[in-house]
């Protein structure tokens, strides 16, 4: 029998491009129930209407208030952790509702799931927790040690807490490929930010796929990572340009609030730990104790000749390349479609 089989799974912030995409794949393969937990009841509306699956349980309620999210967990075997406040310039206007969501949510989240005996929870969390410059960063990066800690701080606890990291989804709300499209067809340039910014390019359903992956494999504390292609963001535009048979115009408007040039999946540290597994990457947890003399006797490995795992050094795709890619996002050809 399939693993979800028959099972109840709560995705928080379920109605987002992430949410709704993994609603449907567990739809498809015969999950018992889904419950969405999430703030908007317009969306939560509009995908019921989507849907129309008598499997699907709405909860209309907030990350934030605990007690919601324990109403969601209760009686649930799997919790996929959506929720959040994601755009990084409104993180950088107001950082303290970046920790109430992505920070106190994410715990109210894996407490909910640890006192209910949800079996395994996995957290998503994004490249700018490593090294973090900005507001969003910094509160995911929080996040996935709450998810950590948790796994330090409870070995015997039957409910696996795990996490994955992306990058940029295609065709995600706020991606930058729909205002690219968006553009062409209105026939103005293409804005960047800085041509020589790259970016980790993946789909929705890699998305979905790494965190099926996670909540399969996952031991109490791992981060998984999907190796992925980059691009620069030049050739990005000139991917969709390509895509759609438009000279590729653009215009640069300079970087935004918080923006990084390059995007880190894992931090060399990480890299020094981390298992290949083919299309991932698994980083254990470091289940050392608060007793340090064992370490600092026993040393450390070099790390000094390792790199980082970067949009900078993984493979790169020009223009073409992009445009073969973004040919395999339904997302991208349904928009196309629809303009056409």
Same mark, same amino acid.
């Given at each position: ?11 928080? &912030?379920?109605? %987002?491009?992430? %949410?709704? /995409?993994?609603?449907?794949?567990? *739809? ?49 075997? !799997? ?52 090294? +973090?410059?900005? $507001? ?18 409870? @070995? ?16 995600? #709300? ?5 205002? !690219? *499209?968006?553009?062409?067809?209105? &026939?103005?340039?293409? /804005?960047?930010?800085? @041509? ?27 981060? !998984? ?8 963001? $030049?050739? *990005? ?40 597994? %083919?299309?991932?990457?698994?980083? +254990? ?31 790169? *795709? ?5 445009? #073969?890619?973004? #040919? ?13």
């Amino acid at each position: 029998m399939h693993e979800m089989t028959g099972a109840t799974v709560l995705i928080t &912030g379920g109605t %987002g491009s992430f %949410g709704s /995409t993994m609603t449907r794949a567990l *739809l498809g393969e015969g999950v018992g129930q889904v419950r969405v937990l999430s703030r908007d009841e317009a969306k939560q509306d509009e995908l019921r209407r989507q849907l129309g699956d008598e499997r699907m349980r709405f909860y209309v309620g907030d990350v934030r208030d605990a007690a919601s999210v324990s109403d969601a967990a209760r009686g649930v075997d !799997f919790v996929f952790h959506a929720a959040a406040l994601k755009q990084v310039p409104s993180c950088e206007f107001f950082p303290a509702q970046a920790v109430l969501t992505n920070v106190t949510g994410s715990q109210n989240v894996v407490n909910a799931a640890a006192a209910h005996g949800v079996r395994s929870v996995v957290l998503l969390s994004t490249d700018k927790a490593v090294y +973090p410059i900005n $507001a969003m960063g910094m509160t995911k990066a929080l996040m996935e040690k709450t998810a950590q800690a948790f796994a330090r701080n409870n @070995p015997d606890s039957p409910t696996t807490v795990s996490v994955v990291r992306y990058g940029n989804v295609l065709h995600s #709300r706020g991606s930058v490929v729909p205002l !690219f *499209l968006k553009q062409l067809g209105e &026939g103005t340039p293409m /804005t960047l930010t800085d @041509p020589a910014m790259t970016r980790f390019l993946m789909s929705l359903q890699q998305s979905v796929d790494l965190v099926r992956y996670a909540m399969l494999h996952a031991e109490p504390g791992d981060i !998984f990572v999907r190796k992925a292609p980059a691009a620069t963001v $030049a050739d *990005l535009a000139r991917g969709v340009a390509e895509l759609v048979g438009a000279e590729s115009r653009t215009t640069v408007i300079g970087t935004r609030h918080g923006e990084k040039l390059f995007e880190t999946l894992l931090s060399r540290e990480e890299v020094l730990r981390a298992e290949d597994h %083919g299309d991932y990457f698994r980083v +254990p947890l470091d289940a050392r104790s608060l007793n340090y003399e064992l370490f600092f006797e026993d040393g450390s490995r070099d790390e000094s000749r390792l790199d980082d795992y970067t949009s900078h050094n993984t493979e790169r *795709l020009d223009g073409g390349g992009v445009a #073969r890619l973004l #040919r395999t996002v339904p997302e991208v050809m349904r928009q196309l479609e629809m303009a056409a």
